[in-house]
Every structure is written in structure tokens, then in C-alpha cells.
């Protein structure tokens, strides 16, 4: 017998999240998939043309583009990700824009202030 306490489908919470974030006012919707003592990972989805608003970046965190494409913009450059991609996010604020209905796991180290 398999205990899957421990485990979560990303492609059926991605859908019930797009569903969601296609409903709302916001254009956005998010899940906290694991939060532990060392790390938290929330999965966010965005709807097409919907922006995160320019934001501190934390200490150390990734962001890995689940479905569809995203841009994640700095004051200096802009990164276009689509399904598949994987970045460290850098330490400066930025900001992150769908171009179409998108869904990214967001992975933050919790233990560096």
C-alpha cells in the first residue's frame, strides 16, 4: 500500500487553479504546496496579460513554468520562460507577466534572512 500523504498532482491542482484565476478579478490564484523548515513551494497561476506586481525578491528562490509562457522582468532585463524552464530567480525586485494562461512553481529557501 501506498501512502500518498505526502504527494500532490501538479497538472490537476494547475487546472483547478487556472479555473479559479480565470474567475477572479485579480486574474491570479495560488496553492502553498509544501511549507517546511528549510523551504516553502507555492504553485501561482496567472492568466494571460495578468502581472505580479513588481516585488522584493527573496534570499534564494527558483521559478519553474508548469504550462504556458511567462516574462519575470528586473529594472535591467527581461527573461521570457515557457513550459519546462526553470530560473533562479535574482536577487532584485522584479516583477512577472503572463503571456498567456501559465501556471510556475515558486520554490524559496526559508532558513537566510
Do not use: C
Amino acid at each position: 500500500m501506498t501512502d500518498n500523504s505526502h504527494t500532490q498532482n501538479l497538472g490537476k491542482l494547475t487546472d483547478e487553479l487556472l479555473t479559479k484565476a480565470r474567475g477572479a478579478n485579480s486574474g491570479r490564484a495560488a496553492h502553498s504546496v509544501y511549507s517546511g523548515q528549510y523551504l516553502k513551494q507555492a504553485l501561482l497561476t496567472l492568466t494571460a496579460g495578468t502581472t505580479m506586481a513588481e516585488h522584493d525578491s527573496p534570499p534564494e528562490a527558483t521559478l519553474q513554468v508548469l504550462q504556458g509562457s511567462v516574462a519575470l522582468s528586473s529594472a535591467e532585463e527581461t527573461w521570457d520562460l515557457s513550459a519546462g524552464d526553470l530560473m533562479t530567480i535574482p536577487p532584485e525586485r522584479h516583477s512577472v507577466r503572463a503571456h498567456e494562461d501559465s501556471a510556475f512553481l515558486l520554490t524559496i529557501r526559508t532558513d537566510v534572512s
